[in-house]
Structures are given as structure tokens and as C-alpha cells.
């Protein structure tokens, strides 16, 4: 199985902040790295697809970027409603594997 | 508007078999592939499989002998079922749409709480 490690596992930010998160592959996935945001009590939603393409109706704030074995999301300028956990999932095989999750807190 | 409803019992016993059953609205079944995923606050998000409209399926190694996944096309329904669970299956599972050729979960059911507890 391909393991997926994001980093970090949680960070503090302030509306507004530039927020990195970095998702790192056991083997190379080319760019088949998928980016989901999750609030408590919800389903994941997809925010970023093929590593950097965005989902139909996502803010542009959210990025993606890497290929290969490490990938980052970035969200510029961060809004309330950002505050959420993050997880990476690789479609590059199967069985599809998830990151454990960045929890974006308030500052 | 494509919309995933799922339902099934939320109380097992253990060795009992767990049943979920995904209904899909508003797109066509046969063009997709339709996955089950679930999610403890130990190991996080795992896939469990997948099925597209023919019933051809895709199993995760570590559940792959307890586990079967089948489709209604008649009712654009998917089921899972999970047998002789234990606590260890414990965990909000999830149906999702696998869109494209970069195979992303794009639709997701709303999760149901499955609680293992003798």
C-alpha cells in the first residue's frame, strides 16, 4: 500500500495567514493527489484534484502544487470558514490511501 | 444535483454482519465508479472498495475476506456488507463517487454512525 504522511498533524493560524500544508507519498504517484476538506460531523469535501486542479465551485485562495512524492496545499489569506481538517488521498493505485489529517485551528 | 443517501443499522453485536445501503440521485449510475469508505479517530480515513455498474468490484486487502460490496441498477443503489464484526469496525462509513480519470471523490453520502458493542 502506498502511505500518504501529511505534515504537520495540526497548526494555529489567524484569519488571513497563508496556510502550508505539505502531504508527502511513499513511492511516486505522479500527480494523482487529491486535496478534502472536513468539518466536524460532515463528509470530506473535495477541494483539489490531479494535484493542483481545482473543484468546480472551490474558492481560488486554495492551491495545489507537486508531483512525484511530495505535494502542499496552500490556502492565501485564510477565512473563518477555513478551519477544518485537510487530509491528501493518492488515486494513483489501489487500495486508495488517506493522509491522517491536518487540523487548521484558530490562533 | 447529484445526492448520496445512505442508510443501515447503526447497532451491532460482535460477529454480527454489518449492512449499509448508498441510494444515488440525480446522475447517471453507469458512468461511475461507487466506493465505500470509513473513518475511526484511530487509523482516519480508509477505503474499504469499490463497484462499478457491471458489479465489478475492488476490495481493500486488509477487509477483502469479510467484505462485499454489490449494486441495485434498477434502484441506482450500492450496499456494503461487513461480517463478524468487532469493535475494531466501529467507524462513520461513507459512499462516494470516484469521478474521472484522476479518480477523485468528488460526491459523498452524509456517513452513518456504526457502533460495535456487545
Known amino acids: 500500500d502506498i502511505q500518504m504522511t501529511q505534515s504537520p498533524s495540526s497548526l494555529s493560524a489567524s484569519v488571513g495567514d497563508r496556510v502550508t500544508i505539505t502531504c508527502r507519498a511513499s513511492q511516486s504517484i505522479s500527480r494523482y493527489l487529491n486535496w478534502y476538506q472536513q468539518k466536524p460531523g460532515k463528509a470530506p469535501d473535495l477541494l483539489i484534484y490531479a494535484a493542483s486542479n481545482l473543484q468546480s465551485g472551490v474558492p481560488s485562495r486554495f492551491s495545489g502544487s507537486g508531483s512525484g512524492t511530495v505535494f502542499t496545499l496552500t490556502i492565501n489569506s485564510l477565512h473563518p470558514e477555513d478551519f477544518a481538517t485537510y487530509y491528501c488521498q493518492q488515486s494513483y493505485n489501489r487500495p486508495r490511501t488517506f493522509g491522517h489529517g491536518t487540523k487548521v485551528e484558530i490562533k | 444535483q447529484v445526492q448520496l443517501q445512505q442508510w443501515g443499522a447503526g447497532v451491532l453485536k460482535p460477529s454480527e454482519t454489518l449492512s449499509l445501503t448508498c441510494a444515488v440521485y440525480?446522475?447517471?449510475?453507469?458512468?461511475?465508479?461507487w466506493n465505500w469508505i470509513r473513518q475511526t479517530p484511530g487509523k482516519g480515513l480508509e477505503w474499504i472498495g469499490d463497484?462499478?455498474?457491471?458489479?465489478?468490484?475492488n476490495y481493500s486487502p486488509s477487509l477483502e475476506s469479510r467484505v462485499t460490496i454489490s449494486v441495485d441498477t434498477s434502484k441506482n443503489q450500492l450496499s456494503l456488507s461487513l461480517k463478524s464484526v468487532t469493535a475494531a469496525d466501529t467507524a462513520v462509513y461513507y459512499c462516494?463517487?470516484?469521478?474521472?480519470?484522476?479518480?477523485?471523490?468528488?460526491?459523498w453520502g452524509q456517513g452513518s454512525l456504526v457502533t460495535v458493542s456487545s
Open positions: 463497484i462499478n455498474h457491471s458489479g465489478s468490484t
Open positions: 462516494a463517487r470516484m469521478n474521472g480519470g484522476w479518480q477523485r471523490f468528488d460526491y
Open positions: 440525480g446522475e447517471s449510475f453507469s458512468a461511475y465508479i
